[in-house]
């Protein structure tokens, strides 16, 4: 779908996969005005499909749509446009059963051509779809984690709150060093003291205090993931307590040390969740847990996929219906 200043959304078109062709002066080259999206769509015990929670992925494509200065696309297009192409696809969406989805990728770039600095006037919506496997092929298996006080990924101010590639690129470098140091994944800090627990490098955390659970809270530097959302409420349905709040990195090792901090895992569109096995920080190093998933990790990732894959009823109406 094309958006041009002055004649707004036009041009949708389902077209087979091919390549772009892009003017070496297209302003998303060189000012990154790029922003995307990620779901997917699973096919349930009767062979239907169903894509989860679309229209929060539509909102946040607005919000980060806002704060890259690009023009917002209404969520009935968003939505539309990954229906069309997930019905295309019905035959790439895997068969019900296991974590395989059809991965919807949506986004959005600058079209227009020209060096100036300034919002562009001419942008492209595209959405291209992948199937995915499970995120780990060996089960659910801990990983490790490196704080990062190197890097920053985000500012206050800043976009981290906004899916857009820059993040990403900011990221890079710091998970290089977070594999030197031997780790999966880098967690993030807040970017003022080095010491407030943000997010992963694409997954929310969270921490579980027996059958209370803890995520950071959204302080505008990290993304307000669909996944982290979910399990607030979904928590609850299990009877757990769930939360936002702080998390410094002191803590977070002291009750560890003392046992109140009973497992943490991250959670995100890819991976679903993940349990947190060790940390590694310039301040010292520990374990979390006893190298296996812990067993609210388990509870609340079994009951997120359930609905996901159309195994258990979704009672938030959380799946959109693709027939
Ligand atoms: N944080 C970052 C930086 C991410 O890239 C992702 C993946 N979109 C998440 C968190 C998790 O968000 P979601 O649950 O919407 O996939």
Redesign the pocket.
């Known amino acids: 779908i094309k958006w041009t200043e002055g004649r707004g959304w036009h041009e949708a078109q389902l077209t087979p996969y091919a390549p772009l062709s892009i003017d070496p002066a297209n302003m998303t080259l060189h000012y990154a005005q790029e922003i995307f999206e990620?779901l997917k769509a699973y096919r349930r015990p009767d062979g239907s499909v169903a894509t989860f929670r679309p229209g929060a992925?539509a909102e946040?494509f607005r919000r980060s749509a806002r704060r890259l200065a690009m023009p917002e696309l209404p969520d009935e297009l968003f939505i539309a446009a990954c229906d069309a192409l997930v019905r295309q696809d019905n035959a790439w969406v895997p068969p019900h059963g296991g974590e395989s989805s059809l991965y919807l990728r949506p986004f959005m770039i600058a079209t227009e051509v020209g060096l100036g600095v300034r919002p562009a006037n001419e942008y492209l919506f595209i959405v291209i779809a992948s199937p995915a496997a499970a995120y780990f092929s060996g089960g659910v298996k801990p990983v490790s984690v490196w704080l990062s006080e190197n890097y920053v990924r985000a500012v206050p101010g800043g976009m981290g709150f906004a899916?857009t590639g820059g993040?990403?690129a900011a990221s890079l470098l710091a998970q290089a060093e977070a594999a030197e140091k031997g780790c999966d994944q880098v967690v993030w800090l807040d970017a003022l003291e080095h010491r407030w627990v943000e997010?992963?490098?694409?997954?929310?955390l969270y921490f579980v205090y027996g059958d209370r659970i803890v995520t950071p809270e959204l302080t505008g530097s990290?993304?307000a993931?669909?996944?982290?959302d979910s399990l607030l409420t979904l928590a609850r349905d299990l009877g757990y307590t769930s939360e936002e709040g702080r998390i410094s990195t002191e803590q977070w090792r002291r009750d560890t040390e003392n046992g109140t901090l009973t497992e943490v895992f991250a959670?995100?569109?890819?991976a679903v969740i993940t349990p947190v096995g060790s940390v590694k920080s310039a301040g010292g190093d520990w374990t979390q847990g006893d190298g296996q998933p812990g067993a609210v990790t388990l509870k609340l990732r079994e009951a997120l996929l359930n609905i996901q894959t159309g195994a258990a009823a979704d009672a938030h109406g959380w799946m959109h219906d693709l027939g």
């Not at 993931?225 to 982290?228: A, E, L, Y």
């Open positions: 990620g992925n946040r899916k993040n990403y997010e992963m490098g694409g997954m929310n990290l993304l993931g669909i996944t982290r959670c995100g569109t890819a």
